[in-house]
């Protein structure tokens, strides 16, 4: 019996598993997956990172898929981020800040002789009020500078100034925003203004610089209706080579959700548009086709019964179209408690992201290229999975397995690669994997708890693909295991952490010789005091204290062992 019951469930539930991360505070919004354990999660820094969750099927990392519910993230090159968020935060008044160990202050601490060098710091402060007959106020200026060190000695060479507005350590972005808002029970309307210096992560493996001066950003919801506008004038340069340009774009979506009464019915409808408008004047590293891309797309959830749903999402244009199904049967066993879930999606499409821009320019050395990103054909992704969960207090234990097949996955036909004071970049085409992939995944968790005051989780998964390796841009991680606990004493001190293992993982096509990222054991630990009377929280986290220090991706820091603090208080 236990046999039987440990093959079933040796793939525990992916929200599950996405919840017991969320103890550990991350750095920055976007930064989670610097400590994810299940799956591949490979950070070259804020802007750029691999993040393939476990069991989530295909070799393509999850922020290079478009989904109606990223439509408030940015694209920056070919992926939708989160970071840097222009998200309005709540009323309140904060400061974060945090650095990499090696820092002067802990060298003091550490010792007096053979001391590392000094590191990069995180930085954050802002506001916002309380609303006044419906208004308020909001600022906030922040910047990580984590993964920037080791290529700030070539990047600062391309740009003329700092490109910063806090220290000279050329993080990978820095930003700083205002604006007002007004919020009731039937809207929620903000407009930001501000400026940022952010570096992009290229298909060539380049780190580019783009600065945004100004960027404005307007968001409403109201009735059923979301609404996104920004303007951004995008300043690029190259100093080494005498070469300037600027793009003024303009982008959003309109979005109509379905209701509080469509919800409740058996047919559930919703529909929307996104939109990127550029003017292009100089040069100006990446192309999109006609300077616009217009995006339609429209949402479709039918629930005949309470334990069956079918999804649907279907986008299309003149250029490319993109459709992710799913339909899933929850059936609650005759056991206590035991719930049981069979599913099956399907993603296909001609991109993982309409809404990218379609080709890089790429010029270095005596090389000149033209890289296409959009590649000719089609992708299909097909996977069925099987899940259950069952609770007997103070216990709870689960699973999930899954197979899945991908045919025409996107890869990178390399052409050559051409070096430049000691990095490697690369020249080609985005192109297919013109056969079937496919891969077994599993999952097992359990939990244990008393009360509100202790949760403990532990997990394990394993993947398992076939196909051709050696196209792939990243062979992922083959297995995990993390063990995770939070502590609540007397309701206002929290202390949460995480000892977690991940096997290797490599990277096939960024350079002429693979980067192996070893694996390695990480410790992750976030404490926090609380004043709910005062509505004031003083949190500390450390992140990856027992892990080697190794660079994830390449052309790209080291991920080191690093502090963060913040002092917040709610209004």
């Known amino acids: 019996m236990k046999t039987s019951l440990f093959s079933i469930a040796f793939v525990a539930a992916l929200p599950l598993c996405v919840n017991s991360h969320a103890a550990i505070d991350a750095e920055m919004e976007g930064m989670e997956a610097v400590s994810r354990d299940d799956g591949t999660f490979l950070v070259g820094g804020p802007t750029y990172q691999f993040d393939r969750i476990l069991g989530a099927g295909g070799l393509h990392s999850e922020s290079e898929l478009w989904t109606p519910q990223k439509l408030r993230q940015r694209v920056l090159f070919n992926r ?138 307007a968001r409403a919801d109201f009735w059923n209706f979301s609404l996104t506008a920004a303007f951004e004038d995008a300043l690029y340069q190259n100093v080494l080579r005498d070469e300037n340009g600027e793009r003024k774009e303009v982008n959003g979506s309109v979005l109509y959700k379905c209701g509080k009464v469509c919800e409740k019915g058996m047919l559930q409808l919703s529909a929307g548009i996104a939109f990127r408008v550029v003017d292009d004047e100089g040069t100006v590293y990446t192309e999109l086709d006609d300077n616009h891309v217009v995006w339609p797309f429209m949402q479709l959830r039918v629930a005949p019964f309470n334990w069956l749903k079918a999804d649907v999402m279907f986008g299309m244009n003149d250029a490319d179209w993109l459709v992710q199904d799913s339909i899933e049967v929850s059936l609650p066993l005759a056991v206590k408690n035991l719930g049981v879930t069979v599913g099956f999606k399907n993603v296909s499409g001609t991109r993982l992201n309409p809404l990218a821009d379609d080709r890089e320019f790429f010029a270095l050395g005596d090389v000149e290229s033209v890289i296409e990103l959009s590649p000719d054909g089609q992708m299909n992704l097909l996977q069925g999975y099987l899940s259950f969960a069952d609770t007997v207090a103070p216990f709870s234990f689960g699973g999930r397995a899954s197979f899945w097949a991908e045919k025409g996955a996107e890869t990178f036909d390399v052409d050559g690669f051409v070096e430049d004071k000691g990095y490697e970049f690369r020249y080609g085409n985005v192109s297919r994997i013109d056969s079937w992939i496919k891969g077994v995944t599993g999952e097992f968790w359990v939990d244990a708890w008393l009360g509100d005051m202790f949760k403990f989780r532990a997990l394990t998964g394993f993947e398992r693909i076939d196909g051709e390796e050696e196209r792939f841009e990243v062979t992922p991680a083959e297995y995990f295991v993390a063990f995770t606990g939070d502590w609540l004493i007397r309701k206002s001190f929290r202390v949460s952490h995480s000892l977690r293992y991940r096997s290797d993982a490599q990277w096939n096509l960024r350079s002429s010789n693979p980067l192996i990222v070893k694996g390695d054991w990480y410790w992750d630990a976030t404490f926090e005091q609380m004043f709910p009377k005062y509505g004031l929280s003083l949190t500390g986290s450390l992140i990856h204290v027992l892990a080697d220090e190794v660079v994830q991706v390449p052309g790209a820091d080291y991920d080191r062992i690093r502090i963060v603090c913040s002092i917040r208080k709610t209004f």
């Open 80 to 217: 939708m981020s989160i970071t840097p968020s222009w998200t309005p935060l709540e009323a309140s008044v904060w400061v974060k800040t945090g650095n990499e160990l090696g820092d002067m202050i802990y060298q003091d601490v550490i010792t007096e002789y053979d001391r590392p060098e000094n590191r990069t710091p995180i930085l954050e402060g802002g506001f916002r009020t309380p609303s006044f007959k419906g208004f308020w106020a909001t600022a906030r200026g922040f910047q990580d500078d984590h993964y920037a060190a080791l290529t700030a000695s070539y990047r600062k060479k391309i740009v003329e100034d700092e490109f910063a507005f806090f220290g000279a350590n050329y993080p990978m972005f820095s930003s700083v925003y205002g604006g007002l808002g007004y919020t009731d029970d039937f809207v929620n309307a903000s407009v930001l203004v501000g400026e940022e210096y952010l570096w992009e992560y290229m298909e060539s493996s380049r780190w580019m610089p783009v600065h945004m001066k100004p960027r404005i950003e």
